[in-house]
C-alpha cells in the first residue's frame, strides 16, 4: 500500500492535480505501531489496537483503497451495530496524503516588497526588468587599456588619481586607442576600452603602462546582457523564494515581488489537563503540542495567527471554528471518542465535511481532516470555507498527523508541488503493524542514504523525534535492515 511504488504514484497523481487545476478557479484578487524491535517505546498503539472497539467512523462502506472521494459523512461516529470492521474508513497511509494534497486549490496571490517575500511561491515569472549587468563593468581594480600597449594614461589623469569608480554617475569617455585609464572592480568600461589590465600585471612608470601579463582583448570585462538580456525568463513561477531568489530579484530590477500568500493557519490546542508552565503535577501534564504545532506549522510554509488553548470546552471550540480567519485550523487532542473529546461532533455541528476520517497510520490513526462551511470568518477563492486538520492529542501521533495531513495540504495551499520522498536503508530491522503503515523517528547518514532508526519512539513520546531528521515511513509487516523504505525529512532538515 505505502511502497514506494504507491508512493510515487500517489504523489505523481498529487502533482498531476496541482498541475491540471483551473486556473480559474484560483480566482486571484491581486493585491506498528508494535513498539521499535530495537527500541524502547510505548505498547498502547500496538497491533492489539486492531481489536479496539470501531469507535472513528459512521458505519458506511468502505473507501476502498486508492483514489479516494470525497465524503459527506457528518453524522456522529457511532459504535457499529455488529460485527468487527475495525477503522473501515481509515484511509492508507499514502492515499491519505495524496487526498491532503488534492483537497486544496492555492490560496490567493499579493504583491509583496522584497523583505516580505521570503519563503513564499512565485505567482508570476520573474522576467528580468533589465539587462544584467546593465552597462559593461569592470571585473577588476586596475586599467581600461585600449589597444595591445603599452599605454599612456589618458589625458587629465594624474597617476595618483582613482580614476573610474563604480557608481560613477559620469558616462565614461571613450578612450583612445593607446591610452589607459585607472578602474575599480564595478565601474563602468569606457567605449573604446578592449581590455581591463589587473593591478598586479601593470606598471606605471610615470604616465606609461605597461603589461607584464598582456590582456586578451575583453578580458576582465562583463559585458552589458552576459547573465541576461531585459525579458529574459529568469524564474518559472512556481518557484520558491528562497533568499537567493530575493538576491536575483533585487539584482533584476524587483521592488515587489507577485508570490502566492502564505497559508494563514491557526492552533487550537485542546485538553483540561493541559499546564502550560512548570513541572507535571497532580495527574496534569505539561502542553507539548502548543509550543510545537506552531513552529512545525511555520517550517511547512504557514504563516500562523494565534495559537489558542481552549481546553476542553465544546462551546469554544464550535465558536473557534465558525469564526475563524485562517486557511487551516488545526487543533490538538479530542480526535478520539473519549467523554470530553469534542471535535468530531462540533463538526457534525458545524456541518464540516469530513474528508479524512482517520488513517492507516501508527501513530496518529485517529487523525482527520475536514472542510468547513465558509462561515462568518475566512473564505476561500472558490467560495468555499477553510480546512480542519485534527492531530490525535498523543504528541508523536500529533506530528505523525502534521506530516501526513498538514504538510501536503499546505504545500498545495501555498502553491508548491508534492514532493517525492527520498529513499534510505534502514540500518536496523523495524518491527511493522500488520495492517497499517508506521513513521519512526530516524537520523539519516550525511550522505542521507541510511537511516537509523531511534529509541524512545512511542506514540506520546518525543525524546526519538527531538534528536531525528527524518520519519521513516515502514509498510505493514515491517522492514528488515538493508530495505530501502522512503523518508520524509523534517521540515528543518531539507535534502
Ligand atoms: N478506545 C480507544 N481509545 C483510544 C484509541 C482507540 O483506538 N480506541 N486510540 C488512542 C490513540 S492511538 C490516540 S493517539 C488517542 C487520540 O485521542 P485524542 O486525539 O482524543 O487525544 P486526547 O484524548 O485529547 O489525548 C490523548 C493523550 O495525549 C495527551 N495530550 C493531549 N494534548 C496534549 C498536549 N497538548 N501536549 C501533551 N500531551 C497531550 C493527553 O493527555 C492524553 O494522554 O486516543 C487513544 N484512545
Ligand atoms: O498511537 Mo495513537 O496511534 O498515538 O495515534
Known amino acids: 500500500m505505502s511502497g514506494p511504488d504507491e508512493l510515487d504514484e500517489a504523489l505523481a497523481l498529487a502533482n498531476d492535480s ?26 498502547d498503539s500496538d497491533g492489539d489496537e486492531l481489536d479496539a472497539p470501531e469507535w472513528l467512523t459512521p458505519a458506511s462502506p468502505s473507501t476502498g483503497g486508492r483514489g479516494p472521494a470525497p465524503r459527506t459523512g457528518q453524522g456522529r461516529p457511532q459504535a457499529p451495530a455488529g460485527g468487527r470492521e475495525p477503522h473501515s474508513h481509515d484511509l492508507p497511509w499514502a492515499d ?26 512565485l505567482d ?32 587629465g ?6 580614476g573610474l569608480l563604480a557608481g560613477d554617475r559620469r558616462r565614461p569617455r571613450t578612450l583612445p586607442d593607446g591610452r589607459a585609464v585607472r578602474i575599480a572592480t564595478g565601474a563602468r568600461v569606457p567605449p573604446g576600452a578592449s581590455a581591463v589590465l589587473r593591478y598586479e600585471y601593470g606598471e606605471l612608470d610615470g604616465s606609461r603602462l605597461r603589461a607584464t601579463n598582456r590582456p586578451q582583448p575583453g578580458a576582465d570585462i562583463r559585458p552589458r546582457g552576459q547573465e541576461c538580456r531585459s525579458g529574459d525568463r529568469l524564474l ?8 537567493a531568489v530575493l538576491g536575483l530579484a533585487a539584482a533584476a530590477g524587483y521592488d515587489r515581488l507577485t508570490v502566492t500568500r502564505r497559508p494563514r493557519a491557526e492552533v487550537l490546542v485542546l485538553g483540561d489537563e493541559l499546564l502550560h508552565q512548570g513541572v507535571p503535577r497532580e495527574g496534569r501534564i505539561r502542553d507539548a503540542l502548543g509550543p510545537m504545532v506552531e513552529p512545525w506549522l511555520t517550517a511547512l510554509g504557514a504563516d500562523v495567527l494565534v495559537t489558542r488553548r481552549l481546553g476542553d470546552d465544546a462551546e469554544a471550540l464550535h ?75 498523543n504528541p508523536l501521533a500529533a506530528l505523525s498527523g502534521l506530516m501526513t ?32 503503515t508506521r513513521l519512526v523517528p530516524v537520523t539519516c547518514s550525511p550522505e542521507q542514504s541510511h537511516a537509523r532508526p531511534l529509541l524512545y519512539n512511542g506514540p506520546a513520546m518525543l525524546r526519538g523525534i527531538a534528536t531525528a531528521t527524518a520519519l521513516a ?13 522512503p523518508v520524509l525529512p523534517l521540515p528543518w532538515h531539507g535534502w
Not at 126 to 137: M, W
Not at 157 to 162: A, I
Not at 412 to 428: H, I, Q, V
Request: net charge neutral.
Open 18 to 43: 496541482v498541475r491540471r487545476r483551473d486556473p480559474a478557479a484560483r480566482a486571484r484578487t491581486a493585491t506498528g505501531a508494535c513498539a521499535a524491535a530495537h527500541g524502547r517505546g510505548d505498547s
Open 96 to 121: 491519505a496524503r495524496t487526498y491532503a494534497a488534492r483537497a486544496a486549490g492555492p490560496v490567493p496571490s499579493c504583491t509583496l516588497p522584497l523583505s516580505q517575500a521570503l519563503n513564499h511561491t
Open 124 to 155: 508570476a515569472p520573474l522576467d528580468a526588468l533589465t539587462d544584467l549587468p546593465s552597462f559593461d563593468t569592470s571585473a577588476m581594480d586596475g586599467w581600461a587599456v585600449s589597444g595591445p600597449g603599452p599605454w599612456e594614461l589618458a589625458d
Open 157 to 162: 589623469e594624474r597617476p595618483d588619481s582613482h
Open 236 to 243: 518559472p513561477t512556481g518557484t520558491h523564494v528562497t533568499p
Open 319 to 393: 465558536e473557534a471554528v465558525a469564526t475563524t480567519t485562517a486557511d487551516v485550523v488545526v487543533t490538538t487532542g479530542g480526535t478520539a471518542r473519549g467523554p470530553v473529546d469534542h471535535l468530531r461532533p462540533t463538526l457534525t455541528r458545524a456541518s464540516a465535511r469530513l474528508l479524512v476520517e482517520g488513517v492507516r497510520v501508527r501513530p496518529g490513526h485517529p487523525m482527520l481532516l475536514a472542510r468547513l462551511p465558509a462561515g462568518r470568518g475566512s473564505r476561500q477563492p472558490d467560495g468555499s470555507g477553510p480546512y480542519l486538520v485534527g492531530l490525535p492529542g
Open 405 to 436: 495531513l498538514a504538510a501536503p495540504l499546505i504545500r498545495t495551499l501555498a502553491d508548491r508541488p508534492a514532493e517525492k520522498p527520498p529513499s534510505a536503508s534502514l540500518s536496523d530491522d523495524v518491527q511493522g503493524h500488520p495492517r497499517d
Open 473 to 485: 515511513v515502514v509498510p505493514p509487516g515491517g522492514a528488515t535492515a538493508g530495505t530501502g523504505v
